[in-house]
C-alpha cells in the first residue's frame, strides 16, 4: 500500500481514489493503436475500459506515477516509452492526470494484477466502441486530438 492509497472528496463532492490525485497512461503506438485495461468488475467504475493507472503517492510527479502503475498492471517497461504531455482532469482539491506517451511498437503486455481482466492493444478508432470509463469517455475526444 502507498501513502497516496485512499478516498477522498473533491469539491465537487464526488469520492475519488487517490489522496494526493491519480495519474493513468495513455501510450499509443503506430496503427495506431493505444493501451487499454478491462476494469475488474468490483473495482470503481468496473466492468470498463480505461488507462491503466492508479493513485499517486506523495512524492511522486504524474508521470512517475502513471509509468509505475502501467509498469505494475501490464509489465510495461517504462524505459521503452517517450513521455508527450500531460493533460490534467482537476476536479477542484483532487486531479486526475493522464500522461501521454509514445512506443515505437505495440509492446507485449499482460494484466498482472486482480484490478485489470485484460490490458490490450486498441485501434483508436475501436475505443468508443468500448464500455469506457466515465472520466476516460469525458477526456478521450481531447486526448485523441493530442496523439
Same mark, same amino acid.
Given at each position: 500500500m502507498k501513502d497516496g492509497d485512499g478516498w477522498t472528496r473533491c469539491s !465537487? +463532492? #464526488? /469520492? #475519488?481514489? +487517490?489522496?494526493?490525485? %491519480? !495519474? @493513468?497512461?495513455?501510450l499509443v503506438a503506430p496503427g495506431p493503436a493505444v493501451l487499454l485495461q478491462h476494469r475488474a468488475i468490483w473495482s470503481h467504475h468496473g &466492468?470498463? $475500459? +480505461?488507462v491503466p493507472g492508479g493513485a499517486r503517492g506523495s512524492e511522486e510527479s504524474p508521470v512517475q506515477a502513471a509509468l509505475?502503475? %502501467?509498469?505494475?498492471e501490464t509489465g510495461l517497461d517504462a524505459a521503452t516509452?517517450?513521455?508527450? @504531455?500531460?493533460?490534467? &482532469? /482537476? #476536479? +477542484? @482539491? $483532487?486531479s486526475y492526470t493522464?500522461?501521454? %506517451?509514445? %512506443?515505437?511498437?505495440?509492446?507485449?503486455v499482460h494484466a498482472l494484477d486482480r484490478e485489470s481482466t485484460d490490458v490490450r492493444w486498441v485501434p483508436v478508432e475501436g475505443v468508443t466502441g468500448l464500455p469506457l470509463h466515465p472520466g476516460f469517455a469525458v477526456? $478521450?475526444?481531447l486526448l485523441r486530438t493530442r496523439l
Open positions: !465537487a +463532492g #464526488h /469520492d #475519488h481514489w +487517490g489522496v494526493y490525485g %491519480a !495519474a @493513468g497512461l495513455l &466492468d470498463t $475500459w +480505461g509505475r502503475e %502501467a509498469s505494475e516509452v517517450t513521455v508527450l @504531455g500531460e493533460l490534467v &482532469d /482537476d #476536479h +477542484g @482539491g $483532487w493522464t500522461v501521454l %506517451a509514445r %512506443a515505437q511498437t505495440e509492446l507485449p477526456t $478521450w475526444p
